[in-house]
């Protein structure tokens, strides 16, 4: 039951993935726990009472707590009658009573999604949750700064930190940040419509500050959509970071005088404990130097390039050398997804040859190849190590039916391992057991033609 109930608050960060039925009966077990005083305002709860009193305080094995969820059950418990002049004053009075009954019997919450601009730190009952978590996620958007200085005062023990849709007035983020005596991960969300107003440098500088004082203890950083909005003079000073995640998927990627200090200041580092790269939309150079400058430990690498950047005449040249430095520099290397130009095969074959711990790969490309792209699949059946489990290729590799089959039937004579053999596009991907179905993917392929 503790598991169960653990789950629950864990995956319901996002309810609506949930069917209503589920929800329904999940929020109704909570509402047995709603004070009986709730009647006085015309709100019965729960709905559908139990015979007997609950077996469990199942609230007291909640470990996460999401706006949320708090907001989808009160819509479901309170019945939407247009004609009630006290609808609003009742969701309001049950919106209460719930984070009441979270902040007195959830004791064991270490992560908290704000997304409310209620002052719940004026709680009495809330100071103790409020210090007690390890984890808070902000949507700024709806969160005020009056908030955030308030909750400033109990929250100082935070592990992480993730800041959505930071607001052109980043001064009291920058105080929740900087009074954290914990923190070693940090997400931030920088909008490109955030720093338009004249005070641009100086937020801009308020932020970069602030996270170069928590630098030498961090060691998660994610930025995005638009990463050149931050001023890069903290990255030397992140001696300790393993998981690096810059995500430029709403930025310019032709930002040069901006990228020359992200260049100079990537000069000036060393990862000597990166482990995880990801990267979107970011210049070739800036993702070799950030490998160059790691300390050959990375296991895992993401990296994702727009279509634009791929149309440049020097993006063969450029993946090649990025690909060469990989099965050079990161030879732990166990998770790879990247962007290869079909020219480029030799140099994927080098990959594998080198990094002998690959698990997965995930490969993709801009160009159709044609007539097939079979040598991809003749390099991964004789080259790949034996730890190799999963496959991921973009739908432009065209691989023949001859050719998949005779990939199917050389991993199987081989005697290895069970492969998951991913296609992709961007709208799904279809998960195959080479062991259980090869034939049957190979038949399904050819009738769809998506193989040629």
């Given at each position: 039951?503790?598991?169960?109930?653990?789950?629950?608050?864990?995956?319901?960060?996002?309810?609506?993935?949930?069917?209503?039925?589920?929800?329904?009966?999940?929020?109704?077990?909570?509402?047995?726990?709603?004070?009986?005083?709730?009647?006085?305002?015309?709100?019965?709860?729960?709905?559908?009472?139990?015979?007997?009193?609950?077996?469990?305080?199942?609230?007291?094995?909640?470990?996460?707590?999401?706006?949320?969820?708090?907001?989808?059950?009160?819509?479901?418990?309170?019945?939407?009658?247009?004609?009630?002049?006290?609808?609003?004053?009742?969701?309001?009075?049950?919106?209460?009573?719930?984070?009441?009954?979270?902040?007195?019997?959830?004791?064991?919450?270490?992560?908290?999604?704000?997304?409310?601009?209620?002052?719940?730190?004026?709680?009495?009952?809330?100071?103790?949750?409020?210090?007690?978590?390890?984890?808070?996620?902000?949507?700024?958007?709806?969160?005020?700064?009056?908030?955030?200085?308030?909750?400033?005062?109990?929250?100082?023990n935070l592990k992480e930190i993730e800041a959505d849709y930071c607001d052109e007035d980043t001064s009291s983020l920058v105080t929740f940040i900087r009074v954290q005596k914990r923190l070693e991960s940090l997400c931030l969300y920088i909008d490109n419509n955030i720093f338009l107003d004249n005070n641009i440098e100086e937020q801009n500088k308020l932020l970069s500050d602030v996270i170069k004082e928590k630098a030498e203890n961090l060691k998660r950083i994610t930025l995005k959509p638009d990463i050149v909005l931050i001023l890069p003079t903290f990255i030397p000073s992140l001696t300790n970071l393993q998981y690096l995640v810059l995500n430029n998927d709403e930025g310019q990627f032709k930002e040069g005088k901006k990228w020359n200090k992200w260049e100079y200041y990537l000069s000036k580092a060393f990862f000597r404990d990166l482990r995880y790269l990801e990267t979107l939309n970011i210049p070739n150079n800036i993702e070799r130097l950030i490998i160059e400058k790691s300390g050959g430990k990375i296991s895992k690498i993401i990296l994702g390039h727009l279509l634009e950047q791929q149309d440049f005449p020097s993006y063969p040249i450029d993946n090649k050398k990025l690909i060469k430095l990989i099965y050079n520099k990161c030879q732990k290397l166990q998770s790879l997804s990247i962007d290869v130009n079909p020219i480029n095969l030799d140099e994927i074959a080098n990959i594998f040859t080198k990094c002998t711990q690959l698990e997965e790969i995930r490969f993709t490309t801009n160009n159709n190849v044609f007539p097939n792209g079979d040598d991809l699949l003749k390099i991964v059946s004789d080259l790949s190590p034996m730890s190799l489990r999963e496959f991921t290729f973009g739908d432009k590799w065209n691989f023949s039916v001859k050719g998949l089959e005779s990939f199917f039937d050389d991993w199987k004579r081989k005697n290895r391992m069970p492969i998951t053999f991913i296609h992709y596009n961007d709208q799904w991907d279809e998960r195959i057991l080479w062991s259980d179905n090869h034939v049957e993917m190979v038949e399904k392929y050819r009738n769809e033609r998506v193989i040629r």
């Open positions: 039951m503790p598991f169960l109930w653990d789950y629950l608050s864990r995956s319901y960060e996002y309810p609506l993935d949930k069917k209503r039925k589920t929800r329904e009966k999940v929020y109704n077990v909570i509402a047995h726990f709603l004070p009986t005083s709730l009647s006085i305002h015309k709100i019965d709860l729960p709905l559908k009472p139990f015979d007997k009193p609950p077996l469990f305080e199942y609230l007291s094995f909640f470990t996460c707590i999401s706006q949320y969820w708090v907001e989808d059950m009160k819509q479901l418990l309170i019945v939407n009658n247009e004609d009630d002049l006290y609808n609003d004053y009742k969701l309001k009075i049950l919106e209460h009573e719930i984070f009441e009954l979270i902040f007195n019997s959830c004791k064991k919450v270490k992560h908290f999604y704000w997304c409310t601009n209620i002052q719940l730190y004026l709680l009495d009952s809330a100071v103790p949750f409020l210090s007690n978590l390890c984890s808070i996620r902000l949507n700024l958007e709806v969160v005020t700064s009056i908030i955030l200085l308030g909750i400033s005062i109990f929250c100082r």
